[in-house]
């Protein structure tokens, strides 16, 4: 994660950042980038138990989208091309 990226944005704290980026890393199975994110959030006032919290936040938003992926896959099947199917989202609504 680039700290440029971030510079002066102060609407959050930096270890919200950190934690944030963790679950980030998790999600896009970056084993390199997870274990940086992982110190600096630490440096950044983070507790392992928000990372870990950070992190279980992560696979909740994976696991569902995981799943209405695979029922919109197994959906296409069945339709036309062009045609959408009902459900488009991550089950995040």
Known sequence: MEVEECEGRTGMEE???WLIA????FNANCQPC????FKKA???G????EIAEAIGVA???RRNATTFMDKFAAGMTDMAIGEES????CGCT
Request: charged residues 30%.
């Open 15 to 17: 270890k919200i950042k």
């Open 22 to 25: 963790a679950g980030a890393a």
């Open 34 to 37: 997870l274990k940086t994110i």
């Open 42 to 44: 630490l440096e950044a």
């Open 46 to 49: 983070a507790s392992k138990k």
């Open 59 to 61: 696979k909740l938003v």
């Open 86 to 89: 009902g459900n488009t989202g």
